[in-house]
Nanobody
């Protein structure tokens, strides 16, 4: 069973930065397939950034150039560095792991960007 725990959310002013962390534990041999999603009030959950099963990265158009996903394979950690934050980035951010055997989500961490 896979367990994901996010941390690092908070309140920040527009233009500021935050770094989210996701710690994975359980039956994960590779952290390819991990990524970040977000859900704003009244909106569907959307992909923010993720590693594919092959290890390549993908980003939502709205965050390209501002957000960077990175990882520490040995520690089974995935990070999301968020720069130049905008009020429209306000959402609950979730870590997700997808593989042929698992589709696991973390509990989410709130990011609030004030204008």
């Amino acid at each position: 069973q896979v367990h994901l725990v996010e941390s690092g959310g908070g309140l920040v002013q527009a233009g500021g930065s935050l770094r989210l962390s996701c710690a994975a534990s359980g039956g994960i041999l590779s952290i390819n397939g991990m990524g970040w999603y977000r859900q704003a009030p009244g909106k569907p959950r959307e992909l923010v950034a993720a590693f594919s099963s092959g290890g390549s990265t993908t980003y939502a158009d709205s965050v390209k150039g501002r957000f960077t996903i990175s990882r520490d394979n040995a520690q089974k950690m995935v990070y999301l560095q968020m720069n130049s934050l905008k009020p429209e980035d306000t959402a609950v951010y979730y870590c997700r792991f997808v593989s042929p055997l698992y589709d696991a989500w973390g509990q989410g961490t709130q990011v609030t960007v004030s204008s």
